[in-house]
């Protein structure tokens, strides 16, 4: 048995190596976001014939999760019919024109490439600006992330990464303490290492509950 859990152990840290890679860097970029991190590349503007005339409008009498869904309706219309895969941004930036109702904004976003789309339905034109991102950003996109990506299978492999490899840290997390108590010159040590850190994080949750 204890050879079985060391198998999984190493193979599957090997497996998960280049995600916690990945996870690690962001959360460095997420921390220290320095200038160079944040650089995009010149935009890129193109024009796309479309027929939408039944995108979603919103209502005054619509409630706050009805506009929600009717704005994601719309970008996903409007995505698929410009053939773009990714979803839209979390914070919303999509909106349809208080001063022309044939125009709707559609902002959608995708790990290395952020979309803004003015859809004109009286011209039944689509206008678009493309805006590549950098590495950076890109694994920043990535960071922990199980959103679903429409309209390509092969992104959405990333999602099951993802669980896959939370998984394998709780997994690797156990493993490795249940391992620690297989060698017992190293006993003191581990134990140390242990309980400090295991004190310092309670410790820490705590004083956060109670401190707010």
Known sequence: MQRIILNVHLYGGLLCFSYLIIFGLSSLNFNHPFEFTKSKGEPLEWEQPVSLTDLPRLRDDMTGEQ????KADANH?????LGLFGHQ????ESWWDKDDPNHYHASLVRPGVEYDVDVYLDRQLARVMERRTNPWMVMRGLHGSREEMP??????TWGWYTELCTFFVLFAGGSGVYLWTRRRNERRIGLVLLGAAGTLSLGLMLYLTLHG
């Open 77 to 81: 219309r409007v995505r698929e019919a």
């Open 151 to 156: 309209g390509s299978a092969l992104v959405e």
């Open 67 to 70: 506009r929600v869904a009717a």
């Open 89 to 92: 941004r979390p914070w919303g």
